[in-house]
């Protein structure tokens, strides 16, 4: 009897990882992939998993690991893709040999990101397969077949996975030996030829590849993952990943070609299907990747008027494209899930340790070159002290380069501990380098915070839990030749404000560690409540400027615009902040 579980794509894979007898597993995280490794490391006696500092990094050790003759995967959301190009690029000219799975989640409509791109776009520049899984059954199957293709073709495989493949669960059928596989190490040769891809091996490589993706292609043509459903033949629809599921949930009786093997494609496949129907219709989310090679291929498509090549696609705009193409349909719209709940906007969690240091900051009328974390919500009101934005570790970066153009006033670049792992330590070693005076904020809660409370260099832990040695930001910067170095309370509002104000005015360049644990890693969410004496509140407003959470309007004062504060104590986390602001003592500790 076979076995069922529940399970989220995300998890889906990592028991397919388990299954396929993957060896080696190395991720940074990142949502909407961050589960990925979190359930891999639950089979750490068969896989030896990790998290890596970064993606370029992470990508590297699974290289390394398959050039041994292990399988490995690596898994990162969409953005950390690009960090991981470089050795990516090369090794699709050096080839497997132990199988290699990359595992790229992106995120259609941004739910948690600073952009939407579509990396199947990736994994054709990289002439790599490319896997798109519908369900999480699905996932399960195709990253047992991804190492099994990587093997074959000598090629690393793509399973892309979405926003909503990765965080939605449906039954997969493990199967009743579920178990960790047995798959051998291969034997490792040396062969230069091979692993060093000098231009005089690299130009016989690139020939290869090609090779490859021709016979790939002929190999797309009769996998099961690639199949063609009939229906009624007045309109075809092409189709791949999650919007299968819409397809058949939108347009059910017409005939349908879904691709699950989507790269290189399956063009006589395409052309079969092509002139069994009538019309043709790609649906498609994100970029035409399909589309574009379909018309490429002379094929003629039904256009629509509804842009659909850009956010999330779901049922309702298909319903929506269903009507402006067939003009027939009275299908039940789908009502949102949050339909009529009140919205909340982005604020940083109550007692957070970033918030003094954005206060701060705002006071000081600095410039902020911001970073990829929870502190970018330092951006909003009423803190409003963050200016940029754009990748993890660009603040610094950005901040020499609005120095170098001559940008007047005190500049700042602020990152997390985790951020300046992944990418900060080069950033600030630039600076120094290169005569630079600008200020570098470390916000260090010894956690990577934003993507659930992943362990880091400096948090003495690793993905499975085991010790590790901490790594010291500031004997890093002073290593590295930095004279200023300072480590400071991020909760000592006064000794904060100072050390940050001598760094910034200062010609020389800084490096400044505000540190605070998380409160919700750290189980601090309850350490202790504050109240306001309402006899000594003078309704200043003082307070609100923190932006917490848990400081709310009181009753009204005798103009009726101002109101004084009150704190609410299911939210108050006792990090003391607010009474640090209170020029009239009317905030005490009660708690």
Excluded at 32 to 56: G, Q, R, Y
Excluded at 310 to 318: A, V
Aim: hydrophobic share 40%; with cysteine.
């Amino acid at each position: 009897m076979s076995r069922k579980v529940l399970l989220s794509a995300n998890e889906a894979v990592a028991w397919a990882a388990c299954k396929a007898g993957c060896h080696v597993a190395s991720a940074y995280p990142g949502t909407p992939s961050t589960e990925i490794l979190e359930n891999i490391a639950k089979f750490k006696d068969t896989i030896n998993c990790e998290w890596a500092v970064n993606e370029k990094v992470a990508m590297e050790v699974a290289v390394g690991a398959s050039i041994a003759g292990a399988r490995a995967l690596t898994a990162m959301k969409h953005v950390g893709l690009n960090v991981a190009m470089d050795p990516l690029m090369t090794y699709t000219y050096v080839g497997t040999n132990g199988g290699l799975v990359i595992v790229s989640a992106d995120d259609p409509g941004m739910h948690s990101s600073q952009n939407e791109q579509d990396n199947r776009n990736i994994a054709k520049f990289a002439r790599a397969p490319l896997f798109e899984p519908a369900d999480s059954q699905e996932a399960f199957d195709m990253v047992q077949a991804a190492f099994e293709v990587s093997e074959q073709f000598h090629a690393p495989c793509f399973i892309r996975l979405t926003t909503r493949t990765s965080h939605t669960s449906t039954v997969v059928d493990v199967g009743d030996d579920f178990g960790p596989g047995n798959t051998p190490v291969k034997p490792y040769v040396k062969d230069i030829s091979r692993t060093i891809p000098v231009p005089m091996f690299a130009r016989g490589q690139r020939l290869k590849a090609q090779e490859r993706t021709a016979a790939l292609r002929a190999f797309a043509e009769t996998s099961p993952f690639n199949r063609i459903e009939p229906g009624d033949r007045r309109l075809g629809i092409v189709t791949s990943g999650v919007c299968y599921q819409y397809v058949k949930e939108v347009f059910p009786e017409f005939s349908v070609l879904k691709l699950g093997l989507s790269n290189p494609l399956p063009f006589e496949l395409i052309r079969k299907f092509a002139e069994s129907v009538d019309k043709l219709l790609v649906v498609e989310e994100l970029d035409p990747f399909l589309e574009e090679q379909l018309l490429a291929m002379g094929l003629e498509l039904v256009r629509h008027e509804t842009e659909l090549n850009m956010l999330e696609m779901n049922p309702t705009r298909l319903i929506a494209l269903r009507k402006e193409l067939l003009g027939d349909v009275e299908l039940p719209m789908v009502k949102r899930a949050d339909a009529g709940l009140p919205t909340r906007p982005p604020v940083l969690c109550a007692g957070c340790s970033h918030r003094g240091v954005f206060y701060t900051l705002a006071k000081l009328g600095a410039t902020v070159t911001g970073d990829i974390g929870c502190y970018t919500l330092g951006a909003f009101p009423p803190l409003n002290a963050m200016d940029t934005t754009i990748c993890m570790g660009a603040s610094i970066g950005n901040a020499f380069g609005m120095e170098k153009a001559g940008h007047k006033g005190r500049i700042a670049a602020v990152l997390g501990d985790s951020t300046f792992f992944h990418s900060g330590m080069t950033g600030i070693l630039n600076v120094l380098y290169n005569g630079g005076k600008v200020t570098t904020v470390v916000l260090d809660n010894r956690i990577t915070g934003m993507t659930g409370h992943q362990d880091n260099p400096g948090s003495g832990k690793t993905l499975t839990g085991d010790p590790a040695p901490v790594t010291d930001i500031a004997e890093v910067a002073r290593g590295m030749g930095y004279k200023r170095v300072e480590k400071v309370s991020a909760y000592d509002l006064p000794k904060l404000e100072a050390v940050l104000k001598e760094a910034l005015d200062v010609d020389e360049p800084a490096v400044v560690i505000a540190g605070g644990p998380c409160r919700i890693a750290a189980k601090l969410t309850r350490a202790g409540t504050y109240a306001v004496d309402t006899e000594k509140c003078k309704a200043c407003g003082a307070c609100f400027k923190l932006g917490c959470p848990a400081i709310v309007r009181g009753e009204a004062v005798a103009d009726g615009k101002r109101f004084k504060s009150s704190i609410d104590p299911n939210q108050c986390a006792g990090c003391g902040l607010c009474p640090q602001v209170c020029k009239f003592d009317a905030i005490k500790k009660i708690r």
